[in-house]
Every structure is written in C-alpha cells, then in structure tokens.
C-alpha cells in the first residue's frame, strides 16, 4: 500500500518541551500521566470524584494544547498554533467537503487557515485578525478527505488511551466527560 500523500496527523505540545508537537501516538504512558495531572491540577480530581461538584468540575476541565499536524508533498505544512486543540477535526472535514471560492475557516489556532475551493483543488492560505497571510499550499480534495479519515481513526484510538488513564483516576462515565473535554470532541 503506497504511503498517504497528505496526512493529518493528531499532535501535542508536551511541556516542558516547549512548543515541540508530539504526534498523539507517540505519547508515552507517562507523558500521558503527566498531560493529566496537569490539566486535573489544583482541586479539579477532587472535585471530579465528589458527586456534588461534578457537574461543575467537567465544565472546568481544560482542553489539551495541540491540534491537528497537515503534512504533505512540496513542503505543505501547516502546524498547529497557540490556542489549537484537538477539537478541530471537524473543521477539517468540512474543508475536505468545501466546493466554493469563498473560503471557510480551520481552526488551527492563531494564525487558522483559510480554504478555498477551485474544482478539486483546495487552496490553504493562514489569515488572523488582520486578514488573509501567508500561502501555505495545495492539496487535492481526495487527498485531504484520507486525511481526514486517518486522523479520525488515529484521535479515536488516542481517545481510547485518554478514557482508559481518567478511568483509572474517577468512574468510568466521568473518565469519558473528562476524556470529551481535554480532546473537545463534543461528545462529555
């Protein structure tokens, strides 16, 4: 089976490495460890154990710092920047659907990328607050579609590890709220 010609592939910065992504499957048990009990610090795992705070302690569970890596043939690149979270993955996927020139946004954290439709082309350009920068590339809506369909697949089984570490530290419904959360799936 050929190699991907684009892959989307699920990253995170892990501190103290800086600003280093990390795709998700590279993420060690104890990286992994140590992603939770940063983002459940203070009194949060606590209050995630106590039936009466509960509620209100998952809405205070911070998303993950990360997003989604777009790699590709003749240096398309496109990283994840402050403010990304895994959560964007729908956004690429209605980037893969896009057909028209007026370009939607994907999420990708500041700067996020603009895309435009030109037939089965899909133009990525960076724009913030400013307006429309950088040029990043293009790449084949089929292309990108198997992207997206592969960094499903891989955020999925990442989730599956995420739920099984919070599973461990409170019950197993509050472990897939918290899980919901800290990957802004939608779904706790």
């Not at 060690?28 to 009990?37: N, V």
């Not at 920047?81 to 990708?108: K, M, Q, Y």
């Not at 037939?119 to 400013?130: A, I, N, P, V, W």
């Not at 955020?155 to 599973?167: G, K, N, Y």
């Amino acid at each position: 089976m050929d190699a991907p010609k684009v892959r989307l592939i699920p990253v995170l910065r892990i501190r103290p490495a800086g600003d280093a992504l990390t795709p998700a499957a590279d993420v060690t048990t104890a990286a992994l460890r140590a992603l939770l009990a940063d983002a459940l610090a203070d009194d949060l795992l606590p209050r995630l154990r106590a039936p009466e705070s509960r509620d209100e302690a998952v809405d205070e569970v911070p998303a993950l710092d990360g997003g989604f890596l777009l790699d590709g043939p003749d240096g398309l690149r496109a990283e994840p920047s402050c403010c990304s979270d895994l959560g964007a993955l729908p956004d690429w996927r209605a980037a893969a659907r896009h057909r028209d020139s007026a370009p939607p946004a994907v999420w990708t954290g500041h700067p996020w990328l603009l895309v435009s439709a030109d037939g089965d082309l899909l133009r990525l350009r960076e724009s913030d607050e400013h307006g429309p920068g950088r040029e990043v590339g293009t790449v084949p809506r089929a292309d990108l579609a198997a992207a997206v369909a592969d960094a499903d697949s891989r955020l999925s089984a990442f989730a599956a590890r995420v739920h099984a570490a919070c599973a461990v530290l409170t019950d197993d419904t509050t472990a897939a709220r918290v899980t919901a959360r800290l990957l802004e799936t939608g779904e706790g």
